[in-house]
Structure formats: structure tokens, C-alpha cells
């Protein structure tokens, strides 16, 4: 849908794998669906990818770490950077290689996390057309993460002047023009102009179907392609208050409970080591009161059988999470889950 979406506009869709550890069978879905690339912020995401057998362009997201940039040249086909110690780096492992390397630069138009401020672009630019083995295929920027600045009409339109600006240094036409992630959709879809960006990197959008600037569905796409399954471990009548001196639970300070005499309380088997206990949402009955490492709290109906199954809807950050946990066991479905 997004990559149609965007195509009718001259914009192509990075599809953005860190979330989901890189996993081969949704990178494949991905490329199965026309991206023109895969990205993650992850070496060892892309080194996956690769070895699943990927040949498609991979782009490593994050500014490589300069102990890394061996592996990079070796498995990254394009890596975003801002920093000249790192170029220079990757230059010398690529021609090592015998190879070249190519780079995007990103520009900090004000979410303040990387990006080179546009001052210092062309000095940068022209350090990087001193070497031989990194070749500067496109400039990009990422709004929204930090600082939650919006992407719009201002900030894409002083992308497309930068680009403008670093074609006159270069003499040569940047490839690619990125003009950040999921949260750009709203300014891509709509914009009567848009300018030199060609190149959008999603992630969120594609998994959760939401836009991140509001978390508001994105119309045409499916909110509930990710599920978290988990499995009830407790479920007994008991009191909603505790009893004893309180001091701090295990993460802090606990919140204030509230009296609601006795009612049922369920255990499922997930915790902090596994998702963000703040991302889920429960299924209908139950509401999440507590988390700590291993266990998730739920008050509201039962008492559930032991064994029996409840789905959450995760969002990113607990999305993330549980992909990276080694407690949680990743299936793919072909079709809606029964509910
Ligand atoms: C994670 C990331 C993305 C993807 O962001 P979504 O909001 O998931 O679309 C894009 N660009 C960079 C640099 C990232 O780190």
C-alpha cells in the first residue's frame, strides 16, 4: 500500500527491519511487497539479513562505530554518516576491500539526534570527495525521534535546498534523497511538492500500521499484524491492596494502588526483560497494573485457566523489545489469527 502510495509520488520505500531483530521472513515480505531496500540500525540485523540470503540493497541506519566500520563495508551496501573520522575509516577498510563504499550524509534540521547542522555540510562533503574508496550517493534526515520535530513544507523544502547546494560542490546528482521515517507520511501524502525527496525509510508504519506523530491509523493498513502472545501462569482471587510497611518494589517506587477490594489477579509469564510493560495493550477484561522483570500484573475478569493465552497489542517500543528478547518466540502466520 505504501510503497504504491509513494511511487505514484516519485518516492521509494526503504523498509526498516531493526524492530523486528531483521528477521528473513518479514524482510521478505518486505521485498515481496516492491521496497527498494532494507535498513537497520543494526550491523548484526544486516549481517542476518545477508546470511538469510538477501541481496538487496542494505542500508545500515545508524552512524557506524568506527570499531565496526570492517564489518560495515562487508555487509552494508550504504551507510548513513556524520561523522569524518568514521568516512575516513570506512574509506580505508574499503580499500582494503578493494571496494567502494557508499555513504548518505544526514542533515540535522532540528530534531537535534545526528545529522550534520547545514553549515557544515559542504566542508564535509568536500573532505569526502578527497577519497577514493567512499562514494557520497545521497544526504538525508530524520525528524520526529528525539525531539518530536515535524516533518513538513519548511524543513523538506531546506533538504531539497541542501541537495541543490551539494550537487554544485559535487557536479554530480545525488542518488538518493531520504527524507526520514514513518512519521514523513503525513507531509509525503499530502504535499503537493515534494521536491528532491525520493527515498523514505518506514518502519513502524509498515509493521503496526500507524503513523508515529499522533499513533493514529494509517487508513488502507492493518494495526494488528503484530500480536504478543502470552500465557497465564497465576490467576486467584486476592486483595487489591498490599499489606505491610511498603518500601520500593523491585523498579522504584510503586504507585499508589487503589482500594478495589478484592478482585482477580492474573500473572502472565512476560515482563520488563521482555517488552515494554508501558507499550501493551491488554486484551478486553483484563487491565495491566504491574510489571516487573518476568512478570506481568492484570486485574479484571477471571479467574482464567492456567495455560490459557492472552494477546496484547504491542507498539513499538514493545514490539522492539520483544523481538530482541530470547524469551519470546517469534512465529510468523500467513493469515489473521483466530481470535
Ligand atoms: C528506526 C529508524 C527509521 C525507521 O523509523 P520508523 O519510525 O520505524 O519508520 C528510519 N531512519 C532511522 C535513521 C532510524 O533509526
Redesign the pocket.
Known sequence: MLVGRLGARGIAVTG?T??VLGDGLVAGALLRAGVSAL?D?RIENLERLRRAGSRTTLVL??GPMRSQVDRVVATADIS?NTELAVIEALDAAARARHTVHRIVVMVELGDLREGVLAAGLEPLVRSILRLSAVELVGIGT?LA?RSGVVPDATNMAELSALVAATERITGRRLAVVSGG???NLDWALGTGDVGRIDDL?????ILLGRE?LRREPITGLDTGACTIVAEVIESKRKPTLAWGQLAQSAFGAAGAAVDRGVGVQTIVALGRQDVDPDGLTAPEGVEIVAASSDHLVLVGEGPLPIGTELRFQPD?SALLRAATSPFVEHAQVAGPLPS
Open positions: 526498516v531493526k524492530a535498513g540500525s541506519l545508524r548513513c530524520n525521534c521515517n514513518s512519521a525509510r518506514l518502519g513502524e508504519s508515529p513499538y
